[in-house]
């Protein structure tokens, strides 16, 4: 499934993983890792954010995925599953067709 995760980072959590190396570390592991399809970095409310799209395999790998982060930088994570183009038109012509049925 593919999914956007957002990672942001607390000012002062941010300022030490930077003074001591782990900011890095960890969003490149994360990326050695995940193999995203696209990774970007921004200010959201103040806070250095990561969105990292990617495909998770199993929802069970949601631990394992966020904890280095909750850990190592103090961030939050959040989830959002995501979809393609050609995932929107499978979706509605689906809809479209299961509608289609129960009119009949």
């Known amino acids: 499934m593919r999914v956007l ?7 002062e959590a941010g300022n030490r993983a930077i003074k001591d190396g782990s900011l890095e570390r960890t969003m490149m592991n994360a990326v050695e890792r995940l193999r995203p ?3 970007y970095f921004f200010t959201d409310h103040g806070q250095r954010t990561a969105l990292i799209a990617f495909d998770m395999k199993n929802v069970s790998d ?6 280095p982060f909750f850990m190592e930088l103090n961030a939050s994570v959040e989830w959002f599953p995501a979809m393609s183009p050609d995932d929107l038109k499978k979706g509605l012509s689906g809809m479209m067709e299961n509608q289609a049925a129960m009119r009949r």
């Open 5 to 11: 995760m957002r990672v942001s980072i607390p000012v």
């Open 37 to 39: 399809e696209a990774t």
């Open 62 to 67: 949601m631990p394992a995925i966020a904890e």
